[in-house]
């Protein structure tokens, strides 16, 4: 679907090695990936495969036990979420996260943050430099409503909509930051098929139109083999497959993975 | 006659409650940005009084200097407290942090008077003794200048969190802590900033309630008039602290007025807490605070 999918992108992000260890449990072991500037990168598996891990170590959450994760040549496998995200990373959240008493229009606004020149008295100096900058942040984060199709919901507090609103109010926070990254934990769970129809819509236009790199994690595989240029396949923490959506498909170990076991075990 | 004291009371009652908006607004500072509960508030109101009033008395400092003296202390405390005390308590359970506060309120009641001495001392901060007197109406100066200082800052306060930028962070990071970090957003560094105004309200609480009863422990008591006003107006909301605040002052001037004279006095000093109690049966979250959304 896009010319860049599998040909010679540079890598936006690398994953080396990686590993997390929770007490005794070794949620992730030695993962290595790499994502392609411009492509729409997957990772599905079973749950409990490692797959929020991941995403929680490239945002910042987590810091990696071992290996290292590099975002555009940075090593930021030690570095914390607040500088990850003003790197150019952004993120939903699996159980959506956003500033339930805040307006839309607030949430929005915040994914800015970053982006807004800061200073600790910069607060109370609303006029002259300060208001122009607010003002363009906020032709900006207006561009972003109406591409999501929330304008009459600018004023109401995010925790008062409906759940498939809210995830489409999170991806909307998430590209206010106008990332080079976006990561997304299952941007479709729990969602019905025009939702999902919707959400899957706003994630191809992303990628395409303002040329986004997208890392998510999904379990509706019906989407992920649609949109993905590359997916990685986790099971009990380890990757276990990796390629195009074709190559994953006819992988005897993506099966078992998600069967259980294989027929010849059975017998055997 | 009569409506006339009816009138005196409650304009009185409105002064005082503007007052009572000062000390609380420090209160719901912290509880908007932090989620915690400090229980210290009145005691912060003390410490900055007393060493405004202890620069002045006792080492003879021009009331400008006592003040930026008492400025400065109020910020660097606040600073230590939140960097040494509080930090490290960000994402322990909520019971935790009212405890550490509980803690350090007595210990401010305790160490204030070490420096400084533990008598009442005087502080003038320039406002004149004798009443305003305006057709029938008796005011105190100090009640008025306090009344206005309190209006003054709590329409910054009220501008700060609902438009500018730094005080939707501040509400944000109060919303969630992890959400925030996600988003840039430099969750210490607000929760400071949060602790550092929370001192710098203290400091005018104490100059103006200083002047008005005088500086000594007995002020700490200032604090415990805060629950009621804000549970009353909402423990987030900046709207809730000044009507909280102007209904407790009114229920304490017509309380005193009216009842006390009949049953020999102190119900002044309870009727705030029956409005509490009241409040928190009926309406939890207080007149202007948010109900909690919850979608079933």
């Keep these: 679907m896009t010319d860049t999918a599998g040909s010679g992108g540079s890598v936006k992000l690398k994953l080396d090695g990686v590993a997390k260890n929770f007490g005794g449990v070794r949620a992730v072991s030695g993962v290595s990936a790499e994502v392609k500037e411009g492509e729409i990168f997957s990772i599905i598996g079973p749950n409990g495969a490692g797959k929020t891990t991941i995403l929680n170590m490239t945002s910042g959450f987590y810091h990696p036990d071992e290996g290292s994760i590099n975002f555009e040549g940075t090593d930021i496998s030690q570095t914390l979420p607040s500088k990850i995200a003003s790197l150019g990373i952004s993120r939903t959240f699996q159980n959506i996260a956003l500033f339930r008493g805040l307006t839309v229009l607030e949430n929005l606004m915040l994914g800015r943050h970053v982006l807004m020149k800061t200073g600790v008295l910069a607060a109370f100096a609303y006029w002259g430099p300060a208001q122009r900058e607010e003002v363009e942040h906020r032709e900006r984060v207006e561009e972003i409503i109406d591409f999501l199709k929330l304008t009459d919901l600018r004023k109401t507090p995010a925790g008062a909509l409906a759940y498939g609103l809210q995830k489409r109010v999170e991806l909307g926070r998430a590209l206010a930051s106008e990332p080079r990254l976006l990561l997304l934990d299952e941007p479709m769970a729990g969602m019905n098929q025009e939702e999902k129809e919707d959400m899957v819509r706003y994630v191809l236009d992303v990628n395409q139109e303002w040329g986004t790199t997208i890392a998510l994690i999904e379990h509706d595989m019906g989407v992920v083999m649609d949109i993905s240029d590359h997916v990685m396949v986790m099971d009990m923490g380890e990757r276990i497959s990796f390629g195009t959506p074709d190559e994953v498909r006819g992988d005897p170990r993506v099966i078992e993975a998600y069967l259980g076991t294989t027929d010849h075990k059975e017998v055997a | ?296």
């Design chain 2, 1 to 296: 006659m009569e409506w006339q004291f009816l009138f005196e009371l409650t304009i009185n009652g409105l002064l005082t409650g503007m007052m009572y908006a000062l000390i609380a607004v420090g209160f719901v500072l912290i509880y908007k940005s932090t989620d915690a509960i400090n229980f210290a508030q009145g005691e912060f109101v003390m410490i900055a009084a007393i060493v405004v009033a202890g620069m002045a008395t006792n080492y003879g400092f021009p009331i400008i200097a006592a003040i930026a003296v008492g400025l400065v202390f109020m910020i660097i405390f606040n600073i230590v407290l939140e960097r040494v005390v509080l930090r490290p308590m960000i994402g322990r359970p909520i019971v935790a942090i009212i405890m550490a506060t509980i803690g350090l309120a007595l210990i401010l009641q305790g160490a204030g008077p070490l420096v400084f001495g533990a008598g009442t001392k005087p502080l003038n901060i320039g406002v004149p003794d004798e009443p305003l007197i305006w057709g029938p109406l008796f005011m105190t100066p100090i009640d008025v200048v306090g009344a206005g200082i309190s209006i003054m800052f709590l329409a910054i306060f009220g501008w700060f969190f609902m438009k500018s930028r730094k005080g939707v962070a501040m509400r944000a990071v109060a919303d969630s802590h992890m959400t925030s970090m996600a988003m840039g957003i430099n969750v210490e560094r607000y929760f400071a900033l949060a602790w550092i105004l929370a001192g710098v309200v203290a400091l005018l609480g104490g100059l103006v309630w200083g002047s008005a009863i005088g500086v000594d422990t007995q002020m700490a008591a200032l604090g415990l008039k805060v629950f009621p006003v804000v549970i009353l107006g909402g423990l987030d909301s900046i709207i809730g602290v000044v009507v909280g605040g102007l209904i407790i002052g009114v229920c304490e001037a017509l309380a005193a007025g009216y009842i006390d004279p009949l049953v020999g006095g102190g119900t002044k000093d309870f009727t705030p807490y029956v409005l509490m109690i009241l409040v928190l049966m009926f309406r939890p979250y207080g007149i202007f605070g948010k109900p909690i959304i919850e979608r079933i």
